[in-house]
């Protein structure tokens, strides 16, 4: 069995089978709780929805509740493998609605091939529902299917295959028309394909002024013409007269080429063949109709979008159906139609031509993301998309007359998008992309252990990383050998087998503590532990990061990194900083892990140190100093040093943000704070920087969120060292270990 096999198996079914939940949004604590939830006191809202239907609205969950049906025909990359097995597929897109647009989802896979026998099968259950996205369901069936169930049901319905693809295709294609000064109307398309996708996405086009006589659309025949044999419908009104065969003819002059069809179809000579400025969206996925290094250097003047996100201007259906749907049900539209579609067209264009946040910026790596040639459609990760598609759809379904309830105060409606999703959603995935940028080697200093070296399978895998793996050789190699790991090429070191590299660092090691209490005799000996040779191989240049502490106490392995790595250029104090994802954002806490009780200078030097470290995030940090007070409201030791330390901030770094004393609720209660402390110059925005006065106040509090479930915790990151070195949690997870190992890289590719 495969590496990848096992993990996806693991993934699946570890803990509770499957990806997905029902939860109770009501409290249920009681027995009172329990007989309004149920019998007798359900009957009430029963009774109310008989008499009106419309408060189905009001005391259901129909109004976020949306349905992915399929019948598992045509399963990307799959084919017709079966209602029951397209399963894990459903889950999957219910858990994407979930996550970008917070609508709740029951996948339902229907064992049936049979139109007439679908059609009615969703129809008796779209009483459930406030949405249904059809999903997988091959063609030509799909189009009767999607037509009837729009036509005879009051809901939105959309089968996402067609209309998602189309939709980002279309925005990609005004904004590259743009950039090469070319009108609509007149230019040449060359389209690959001709099924549910193509088809829907060349009517899209059309419908944004596209000419169909400039279209010439290619199935797996070659050109469908006019005189082809048995044309459906649906070709038939893309067939040209041309006198034209196969697609290297067609592709002669063009000023568009749109790929949904399969790999390697489209050549260097075919693009050559292009009209200036020429534009090729090679969609199929996962491999392209041309890899995109071979496009790129068939010719200069090119733009070219992809469906993989390892390339610019991925075209990608998430940044679509997710926001259409939740645009459409909240204004409780009636059906998806043309105008919505063509809304979030215009709008996903726009918002790529706008600033990008620098949360964007973070993940790909760049200093300033612009419209451009490689850059002509938003990036899925983009934290706007939600309050710039669903916007724009809610607002065209209400002027097409399709909206049964109206938005009036469109501020107050994006501020309950932002409330929907959370703050933290991007984040993590943020820094994981950057590291994929430029992914370091990290030298893991406890290899012979499961739990790291699924770590380092992981972070391979994903390229996040390039492991090495330090420990005893054979141990390592078992582990790997009994559970199928695919680390047969990386490097595996035992600083056992290695005297002559043991003695060379011990040699180093001795020269810089030999006035610290070191003798040479010790210096060798201490090169036998793998937390004393991990460091030095990031001294030597052997590695650029390292990862330890998963079985040893943190002060053991933190010595090591602080005799051998020593601490930046400026810094007095090493500390430690978690990150805290929670549903109030992304938020820094310092420290928690290493000084006990700091003094007033020491906490000035955190606070600075962390401050550094907040904008590596591409996070304008905005601090709070912690007390048991505000703003001087009692005497004592802590308040009175926390006050004193925002002074000699405030006089040394003027341009940072940052106040204190102040009680923790005070500083995330944005409300509170104004009305009770209006001077404080953290007012206006979020804080998302936290200064304890003591390690046990941040320690105590970050370990009390993380247990209770408030918050994700990873971390601890060492600030103040000059190379990358992270000190695990005792028993960290193989997801803690993946997230200290991704900053680790981040941190090594700042301070290169």
């Known amino acids: 069995m495969s590496q990848l096999k096992e993990d996806a198996l693991r993934y699946h079914s570890k803990g509770r089978p499957g990806k997905i939940a029902v939860i109770s949004t009501k409290s249920t604590n009681t027995k009172r709780d329990l007989s309004l939830a149920y019998s007798p006191g359900v009957a009430e809202p029963c009774l109310e929805i008989a008499n009106n239907p419309e408060d189905v609205y009001k005391y259901t969950a129909i109004g976020n509740l949306v349905a992915v049906i399929s019948n598992g025909t045509a399963v990307l990359g799959l084919g017709d493998i079966g209602a029951q097995a397209s399963k894990p597929v459903m889950e999957g897109k219910a858990v994407l609605f979930k996550i970008f647009a917070d609508i709740d989802v029951f996948d339902i896979e229907i064992n049936n091939k049979n139109v007439e026998e679908f059609i009615a099968t969703v129809k008796n259950i779209a009483g459930t529902f406030g949405g249904i996205n059809l999903e997988d ?38 904004n590259a028309l743009e950039l090469v000064n070319k009108k609509i109307g007149k230019v040449k398309i060359v389209v690959n394909g001709a099924g549910a996708s193509a088809i829907s996405c060349t009517k899209l086009i059309v419908n944004l002024g596209v000419k169909i006589e400039n279209i010439v659309m290619l199935d797996s025949k070659g050109v469908i013409r006019r005189d082809s044999p048995n044309l459906d419908i649906t070709k038939q009104m893309f067939a040209t007269d041309r006198n034209i065969q196969t697609l290297e003819e067609a592709m002669k002059g063009a000023d568009v080429f749109i790929g949904l069809s399969k790999a390697d179809v489209l050549s260097q000579d075919m693009i050559r063949s292009m009209a200036k400025d020429c534009i090729v969206f090679a969609l199929a996925n996962p491999d392209p109709e041309i890899n995109y290094e071979l496009a790129v250097s068939s010719r200069k003047d090119i733009i070219i979008a992809t469906g993989r996100s390892d390339y610019p201007n991925q075209v990608n259906n998430v940044l679509g159906y997710p926001y259409i749907f939740r645009g459409a049900l909240d204004v409780r539209a009636t059906k998806i139609n043309e105008e919505m579609k063509i809304a979030a067209v215009h709008a996903l264009a726009a918002l790529a031509k706008k600033p990008v946040p620098e949360i964007v910026n973070l993940a790909y790596n760049e200093k300033s993301t612009t419209f451009g040639r490689t850059y002509i459609i938003p990036k899925p990760i983009d934290p706007r998309l939600i309050t710039t598609v669903s916007p724009a759809v809610a607002k065209a379904a209400m002027d097409s007359g399709v909206a049964q309830m109206a938005i009036s105060d469109w501020d107050k409606y994006d501020n309950q998008l932002l409330a929907r999703l959370g703050k933290e959603s991007n984040f993590i995935r943020a820094i994981m992309d950057k590291a994929k940028q430029d992914p370091k080697r990290v030298v893991f200093a406890e290899a012979d252990n499961y739990k790291i070296l699924r770590a380092a399978q992981i972070v391979k895998d994903e390229g996040i990383a390039q492991p090495i793996l330090l420990g005893n050789r054979s141990k390592i190699e078992q582990i790997i050998r009994e559970n199928n790991m695919r680390l047969d090429h990386v490097q595996i070191i035992d600083p056992l087998e290695e005297e002559n590299k043991r003695n060379a660092f011990a040699d180093i090691f001795f020269r810089k503590r030999q006035r610290k209490g070191i003798t040479l005799y010790e210096a060798r000996k201490l090169m036998q532990d793998r937390h004393y040779f991990a460091p030095m191989m990031i001294e030597m240049g052997e590695a650029d990061a390292m990862i330890s502490g998963l079985t040893k106490n943190y002060p053991s392995t933190i010595k090591p990194a602080l005799q051998i790595l020593g601490k930046e250029t400026g810094t007095k104090t090493v500390a430690g900083m978690y990150i805290m994802l929670s549903k109030k954002g992304t938020l820094f806490f310092s420290d928690t892990t290493v000084n006990i009780r700091p003094s007033i200078e020491d906490l000035v030097d955190i606070t600075f140190s962390t401050y550094k470290a907040v904008k590596k995030f591409n996070i304008n940090p905005r601090i709070a100093l912690l007390s048991y007070t505000n703003f001087g409201s009692a005497e004592g030791e802590v308040p009175e040093a926390m006050a004193q330390v925002r002074n000699i901030l405030k006089e040394r770094f003027p341009y940072m943000v940052v106040d204190g004393d102040i009680q923790a609720n005070v500083a995330l209660n944005q409300t509170m704070m104004a009305e009770n402390f209006p001077f404080s110059e953290l007012n206006g925005e979020p804080v998302n920087t936290f200064i304890f006065p003591s390690l046990s106040s941040g320690n105590i509090v970050y370990k009390m969120l993380q247990e209770l479930g408030a918050a994700e915790a990873i971390g601890p990151i060492l600030l103040g060292l000059k190379k990358s070195a992270h000190i695990l949690q005792l028993g960290s997870s193989v997801k803690e270990i993946v997230n200290m190992v991704t900053i680790a890289v981040v941190d090594a590719q700042s301070k290169e």
Not at 138 to 162: S, Y
Request: with cysteine.
């Open 137 to 174: 369901i091959k063609a030509p069936e799909c189009f009767e299917i999607e037509r009837r169930l729009k036509e005879e049901l009051n809901i939105p319905v959309m089968h996402d295959d067609q209309h998602g693809t189309a939709i980002i295709t279309g925005a990609a294609l005004i």
